[in-house]
């Protein structure tokens, strides 16, 4: 193992970072002890963690994932997170997403495409109220009211243009992109490899003042994330499950989808 450990440390940070999607696709980090991990972590180059996000985090385009949430809205937590499936594009950008039965705002839809109108989303409301299905501004109070977060932001590789944009501005302020923290951890009875930055300040230079990405060593997309705010509190908290890459036809981004229920 150290001699594994000195051939990964000489390499470039794009190798690095190939070399960790491997051993995550080939299962081989499963057999390593914590200690272990984390040495091959320490041999990382800070820049092989960005272009790892960049590069090897999320190889799809197109996929399918169920997402638990929870954000502070208005200095208010949810007493209990949505419970969303997504299923998503990135280019061109397209969103449908609905909030299951067992989560808040249960019976909610959306649909967003952008080629056929980049400024609005296509909803409606749960409950009875589903009825009132229309139009609503992508970026508008309304479509906001549940989430900082645009709609166009659901995809997973909106995590990797976060870590790109907030190493850019750890290297303008003099400082290193590698996570502060490295970890294993238990969450929900799995073993998780916790990558957590904390940066001098939140937005707009940063995402928030401290972000934590988990992962569950088996897939190369990350299968939660966290943000706390300079006073340590909980800004947000979102596990992701059940990833699978699709290639979608353009009905799943219709509305009048007969799988639906937008009226």
Known sequence: MNADIDQFRC???EE????WRTRIENHSLLSLTDDQILALM??????????????????????????????????RWPDRPD???????????????KWLPDGAHAG??????????PNSIFGHLGGRLHIMSGKVAVDGPFAHAQS???VRDLGLQFIARTVEHDARSFREEGLTEKPSRIELMNMHGMRVLAWTWTAPSGPPAHYAQRVRLLFDLQHTWP????????HGGLLELI???????????????????????FH
């Open 83 to 97: 419970h969303m499936l997504i299923r998503y594009q990135d280019t061109p950008r397209k969103v449908y997403a």
């Open 223 to 230: 299968c939660g994330e966290a943000a706390w705010d300079d």
């Open 11 to 13: 390499l470039t940070a």
């Open 148 to 150: 900082h977060h645009s």
């Open 108 to 117: 909610q839809e959306i649909v967003y495409d952008e080629t056929a109108d």
């Open 42 to 75: 320490n041999a990382m180059k800070p820049e092989a963690f960005v272009e790892y996000a960049r590069s090897g985090m999320v190889a799809d385009d197109a996929y399918e994932y169920s997402m638990f949430r929870q954000e502070r809205i208005s200095g």
């Open 239 to 261: 596990r992701f499950e059940d990833v699978v890459p699709h290639h979608w036809s353009e009905s799943v981004f219709d509305r009048h989808n007969p799988e639906y229920n």
């Open 16 to 19: 690095q970072a190939a070399s």
